[in-house]
């Protein structure tokens, strides 16, 4: 099994080290989707609904077609609208401006039909459907009378309602996406991304075209948060656009239009009963949850969370509710905040009742490991018993302070299918490529480390390569995955690459490549360091040849599980509601 090297031997993993994109984003020369600009470039634009919920009974599109500077107009129509901003209609023109004054232009006339925009309104039994299978979906789990029965036998007992709102990704670069055909049957996408490999097989499939002959690129992005997988209906425009008017075309949505129609996290609501007897340890959870979607419903989100109870003693009825708004994406941990949150203010809130102090309360309940190591640690450094049980809520006037401490979780370990190449140019230079894409969490810089270090040479040595739909195939960033899922096969596509290329010096040091190493850019003989080449001098022995290795995920590289805890301090002013950390 692949295995790292000693923390003490590592001279680029795990140290401070420049961000290898730092100079060209803060001088501004990094490309964004939203910079590029191409020869006779035109400007698409999005005709949105006004209305939550209507049919389309006629559309004039004659004024756009018109207008002197419009190079092309798409009819959307779907004949029902059934959110405020669903799309329907789209242009290209010379100029944003004129874009806009284009679809001013366009008459729609529509038929408003009954809409609802909130969970409780969606579940009346009279409302307005979204959907002809109806507006929710509902599933149980769990003896819900055996639940009830155990709570009626429990010490302390809290029943609350808790809620969180829809939110928006709202990614400080919004969706957008350049489109320009090269060839009738050949398409090259810029795109904002989290999938450079996903949106090229998206467009492949949508114009019936071969993999090869679509080019996806995503060189730098302004975050995507579980936003950006899909090539969304502005990608499909601009590429729509472009094929009708021969010409590049750039969709870039505004901020209102990221608040309307590329997804958001899910509401949630949920009622519980939390129970525990009269040492703290829990013993049943009763809770009916629901949320919304907008029209896609899917807001579904985990119950008990991080704590043990006894199987016989939970019990869920949830619903995932449809209203007329845009449909959810996933967004950072999908569910896991809503769960999160509801479920830490019910065990402060059981916590009071029983009498328990709160920590002390999760530390009788929590089986994890690493986190019972945490909240000891956190404790000892925030001062948790000193401190909190003197006087909380204390303070000056209005404002109060008191400690507060929370816990979570999450996957992550990685993806199997990414593949990452290796080239040793003959003039000692090293090329790491592989095609994933880069949110701004930084994966262009630990491709770079990662691959200088396994090499032994210094990074100056090594240019990263992503971000492009031709290189070696590499998977969707999403689920805090990305890392664990392209750096083991940078490792082994570097260590495979550097064997081999010891196979080339061993000669000229009269010894088994087996017995060469590399370190700061000298190979030597391990058994006798005064046998020596340095790394360019060695490469020159290349010749004209370029040494190349493809590689892939292996076990042992990476994991998963992540347990974390999170301790604070706040004042809240108890009159305007102002909190402060």
């Known amino acids: 099994m692949a295995q790292w090297k000693s923390w003490e031997q590592m001279r680029y993993i795990g140290k401070e080290i420049t961000r290898t994109d730092g100079r060209a984003k803060v001088t501004g020369s990094a490309k964004f989707t939203q910079d590029i600009q191409l020869p006779g470039m035109l400007y698409g634009m999005i005709l949105r609904s006004p209305h939550a919920h209507a049919y389309i009974r006629s559309i004039d599109l004659s004024g756009a077609e018109a207008h002197p500077e419009v ?9 029902t609208v059934r959110y405020y901003g669903e ?6 023109a010379t100029s944003p401006e004129a874009a806009e004054e284009a679809l001013d232009s366009i008459k729609v006339v529509y038929q408003k039909l009954p809409f609802v925009v909130n969970e409780e309104d969606a579940m009346a039994g009279d409302a307005p459907r979204i959907h002809e299978e109806g507006n929710v979906d509902t599933s149980e789990s769990g003896d819900r009378r055996r639940v009830e029965e155990i709570i009626s036998k429990s010490a302390h007992v809290v029943e609350d309602t808790i809620r969180t709102q829809v939110q928006v990704h709202n990614t400080l670069e919004t969706h957008s996406c350049v489109a320009l055909w090269e060839e009738k049957d050949r ?18 499939k949508l114009f019936e075209l071969d993999q090869d002959k679509v080019q996806s690129i995503c060189e730098y992005m302004g975050g995507g948060f579980g936003s950006k997988f899909q090539i969304g209906v502005e990608g499909a425009v601009a590429a729509r656009l472009a094929r009708a008017t021969g010409k590049p075309v750039r969709v870039a949505l505004s901020r209102k239009e990221e608040y309307l129609c590329v997804g958001n996290r899910p509401s949630s609501v949920r009622t519980t009963k939390l129970a525990c007897d009269s040492r703290g340890k829990l013993t049943a959870i009763l809770e009916e949850t629901y949320g919304t979607g907008g029209i896609a419903g899917g807001a579904w989100f985990p119950s008990l969370y991080i704590y043990r109870v006894p199987e016989e003693g939970v019990y869920r009825k949830h619903s995932n509710v449809r209203i007329n708004a845009g449909a959810q994406r996933p967004q950072r941990a999908p569910g896991h905040p809503q769960g999160n949150f509801g479920m830490e203010i019910l065990m402060d809130e059981l916590a009071e009742k029983a009498g328990i102090d709160p920590l002390d309360f999760r530390l009788l309940n929590d089986p994890d490991e690493t986190r019972q190591r945490q909240y000891k640690t956190g404790a000892e450094r925030i ?23 929370s816990s979570g979780r999450w996957g992550g370990g990685g993806a199997r299918d990414t593949i990452v190449q290796v080239d040793i140019y003959p003039d000692g230079k090293v090329k790491v490529s592989t095609g994933t894409q880069d949110l701004g969490t930084g994966i262009r810089t630990v491709v770079h480390q990662t691959c200088a270090e396994e090499l032994g040479v210094p990074m100056s040595y090594v240019t990263p390569d992503i971000g492009r739909s031709e290189l070696p195939f590499s998977t969707a960033s999403g689920g805090s995955i990305t890392t664990a899922s392209v750096v083991p096969p940078v490792k082994n596509a570097s260590d495979k690459a550097l064997a081999k290329f010891f196979e080339t010096v061993a000669p000229a040091l009269e010894a088994s490549a087996g ?7 000298v190979i030597y003989v391990k058994s006798d360091r005064s046998r020596s080449i340095k790394w360019k001098e060695a490469a020159a022995l290349l010749q004209n040849r370029v040494l190349s290795v493809q590689d892939g995920w292996s076990e042992g590289l990476s994991s998963s599980g992540v347990a974390g805890c999170q301790f604070a301090e706040v004042e809240v002013d108890v009159e305007t509601g102002r909190i402060r950390p």
């Open 187 to 204: 398409l090259r996408v810029w795109i904002s991304t989290q999938a450079v490999h996903g949106t090229r097989d998206d467009f492949a």
């Open 71 to 79: 190079k092309a107009v798409l009819n959307l129509n779907k004949y």
């Open 87 to 92: 799309e329907v209609a789209a242009v290209a």
């Open 515 to 521: 017995e060469l190493a590399c370190e700061d850019g």
């Open 383 to 405: 001062g948790w018993y000193q401190r909190r049980n003197k006087n909380p809520g204390s303070g000056a006037g209005p404002l109060k302070r008191g400690l507060g401490v």
